[in-house]
């Protein structure tokens, strides 16, 4: 006599019962794209995407999973875990071949290794840049440390370096080599579940989700990864809710073993009111800089530049554009396109003299003022540090060099108010305009900070 067919619906009970048993982040890794068969009321077969999750299960679940399947089929003695690759399995139920489906169902959460979203949709978050590979970043002195351990997360994810934070100056390459980590990988192992994302997406995502009560899905989306890429986690700076939030997202990927990478302005210990806890676990692993450029590296990076735009620059030209221009690499680069754009629009070839008239023509401009460069010139006048600057007090003595700050900001750079409150201490745009509404208003009577401001200005050359 055939074996009589189980109950309609078991499989999904008995993963019911094994997600109660279980953590959500137990379940999801382990269970989430594992399916049930159910042969015959005698058998059951745990299907799961390879061998590293049979013996897995085997070695930690089998007690658990056999006291879950006797609540549901008593009668169930035999108990088997089998590789079945997700893209080998079948459609929807279990009739055809025996097998259920590895898509979302009762019994499944979002399964682990397929329809998981590797690349986020530009509306929601970034991209990744095309140009930002390993290929494609010129190594010096600078960026030596910062690369080989890139490279070593590539080759040992979670393990080698974690966290990997890496810091330093604006458009010195942070967001290209760590892009290029996530490319590295996904060219690896497509399915590797990569989420790479700035810091503000974060925490935007994570407001979303506090206004629409769905923490669910928002941890869902951030604990079930391979690896995490936060760009520019400075500003975590003033968020205190979110700091919380990542350190929870931090140590559920950590304790998985899931590699976590993290760009920043400065290291962990000078970003301002971030938690002593999160500033410890960003050392865990390691903390490299990617310094300024030297000549050599700016030269080869402006000759790789036009190479990419089709044109050979000779090797003066080059020569002269990496003595001219050595604040950062961004700027580097739009310096080339600058020449090239223009090369082309005259149809003139790009030598020497073209560069020098190019540049020329730019440097008849204002000159062009840095963010960092108004901290240093104020911090120097007021006899403040840059970290008192950025962090929250809140006595005169700081809070007025800070705004004279975003004062001078506002009148000799084109950044937003934003962009200026993120530079002291991640300080929303309405702080910003309130400082530099204050500053404009104080001018006007107080004789000596007048004086104290012009002569920031000269320390400028503004
Ligand atoms: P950051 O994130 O530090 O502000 P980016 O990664 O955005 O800087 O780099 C700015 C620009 O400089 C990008 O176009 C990037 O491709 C380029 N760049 C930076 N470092 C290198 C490098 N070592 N080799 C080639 N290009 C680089
Ligand atoms: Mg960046």
Same mark, same amino acid.
């Given at each position: 006599?055939?074996?009589?067919? +189980? +109950?309609?619906?078991? +499989?999904?009970? !008995? ?73 080998? %399995? ?21 399964? %682990? ?11 929601? $978050? ?42 330093? =100056? ?43 009560? $769905? ?24 968020? $205190?809710?979110? *700091? ?56 080869? !990076? ?24 050595? =604040? ?61 600057? *950025? =962090? ?71």
């Amino acid at each position: 006599m055939a074996p009589a067919a +189980p +109950p309609a619906g078991a +499989p999904e009970l !008995i993963l019911g019962e094994l997600r109660k048993e279980l953590t959500e982040h137990q379940f999801g890794c382990w269970f989430g794209a594992a399916t049930l068969d159910t042969p015959h009321s005698g058998r059951i077969r745990l299907n799961v995407p390879n061998n590293f999750y049979r013996e897995w299960i085997q070695t930690k679940y089998l007690t658990l999973l056999r006291s879950c399947v006797a609540r549901i089929l008593p009668g169930a003695t035999e108990i088997e875990v089998a590789v079945q690759p997700p893209a080998a %399995a079948q459609g929807p139920g279990t009739p055809t071949n025996g097998r259920s489906t590895p898509t979302r169902g009762p019994g499944t959460i979002a399964p %682990a290794s397929n329809g998981f979203e590797r690349r986020l949709g530009p509306s929601r $978050d970034l991209e990744l840049n095309e140009r930002y590979t390993f290929d494609n970043f010129v190594l010096g002195p600078s960026n030596r440390i910062p690369h080989a351990a890139a490279l070593g997360v590539v080759q040992h994810p979670g393990k080698a370096y974690n966290p990997l934070f890496i810091h330093g =100056s604006v458009g010195l390459g942070k967001t290209h080599l760590i892009q290029a980590i996530c490319h590295a990988l996904l060219e690896r192992r497509c399915d590797t579940k990569v989420l790479y994302l700035n810091c503000e997406s974060f925490t935007n995502d994570f407001i979303h989700a506090l206004e629409h009560t $769905d923490l669910e899905r928002f941890r869902n989306r951030y604990r079930y990864l391979d690896i995490l890429v936060v760009d520019d986690i400075h500003f975590l700076a003033n968020k $205190d809710r979110t *700091q919380e939030e990542f350190f929870h997202t931090f140590n559920t990927l950590y304790n998985a073993g899931k590699q976590i990478v993290l760009s920043s302005d400065s290291p962990p210990g000078e970003i301002p009111t971030l938690e002593s806890r999160l500033v410890s676990r960003f050392r865990w692993g390691m903390v490299a800089e990617i310094e300024k450029p030297v000549y050599e590296t700016r030269f080869s !990076i402006a000759r790789r530049k036009a190479r990419t735009m089709g044109v050979d620059m000779p090797e003066d030209a080059a020569r002269f554009i990496a003595e001219t221009v050595d =604040s950062n690499i961004r700027e580097l680069e739009g310096s080339v396109v600058k020449v090239v754009g223009s090369a082309l629009i005259m149809e003139r070839p790009v030598t020497l003299a073209l560069v020098k008239d190019v540049l020329r023509n730019a440097d008849n401009a204002p000159p062009r003022i840095t963010m960092e460069e108004i901290i240093n010139a104020t911090t120097r006048q007021y006899q403040v540090k840059v970290s008192e600057l *950025q =962090s929250k007090k809140r006595t005169q003595s700081i809070t007025l060099p800070r705004q004279v700050c975003m004062f001078l900001a506002r009148q000799l750079t084109g950044l937003s108010l934003e962009e200026i409150g993120g530079y002291l201490g991640g300080r929303d745009h309405t702080t910003v305009m309130y400082a530099v509404e204050r500053i404009l208003e104080l001018e006007q009577r107080d004789q000596r900070l007048r004086t104290t401001i012009a002569s920031i200005r000269d320390r400028l050359g503004a």
